[in-house]
């Protein structure tokens, strides 16, 4: 055989040494962060729940989900070990995110403050009338309605409602 019909193999186990390699790395990194929890760490659970690591055994965790609220975990199951000042702005909402001053109002009714309210609006804007008109609310002549019905029936456009 000649190498040029064994380098597809070639490349396709090279390929495949170097994927399970950086998923084997990222495995040891997962195992190693949870190994190195420690009671009182905050924890995100791969669910998403957040939470409080109490005691840490061989292959299960006791997280304290809520104040006096304790549950066992298996250690797979921690997503992510948080440092304190993540936890606390997550959980507890400490050290909020500066903003630039501008303020948010929880309901519409501050934003029109200030503003005229719709009836004491000023009369120079020009009101739509959505009513009929006059002279399209009487019937002209009833042969002549009757002509041009005939004549848009027979175009195709018929009354359609």
């Known amino acids: 055989m000649s190498l040029v019909t064994l380098l597809p193999f070639i490349v396709l186990i090279g390929a495949m040494f ?3 390699r950086s998923a084997k790395k990222k495995q040891q990194a997962a195992a190693q962060m949870r190994n ?3 009671p009182g760490t905050g924890v995100r659970t791969i669910g998403g729940m957040y939470a409080t690591v109490k005691e840490i055994q061989e292959d299960t965790v006791l997280l304290e989900v809520a104040p006096g609220v304790h549950a066992v975990y298996a250690k797979n199951s921690i997503g992510a070990v948080l440092d ?3 936890y606390n702005r997550i959980v507890h909402g400490d050290d909020e995110q500066e903003t630039d001053g501008t303020v948010v109002p ?3 009714s501050s934003l029109t403050e200030g503003e005229p309210a719709a009836d004491d609006a000023d009369d ?3 009101k739509i009338d959505l009513g009929k008109k006059a002279e399209d609310a009487a019937p002209k002549d009833t ?3 009757g002509a041009e ?8 456009e018929g009354d359609a409602k």
Do not use: F, S, Y
């Open 18 to 20: 170097l994927m399970t």
């Open 36 to 38: 190195d929890m420690q």
């Open 84 to 86: 304190d000042a993540e």
């Open 106 to 108: 929880d309901d519409a």
């Open 124 to 126: 120079d804007v020009a």
């Open 143 to 145: 042969e002549a309605k």
């Open 149 to 156: 019905t005939k004549d848009a029936k027979a175009d195709g």
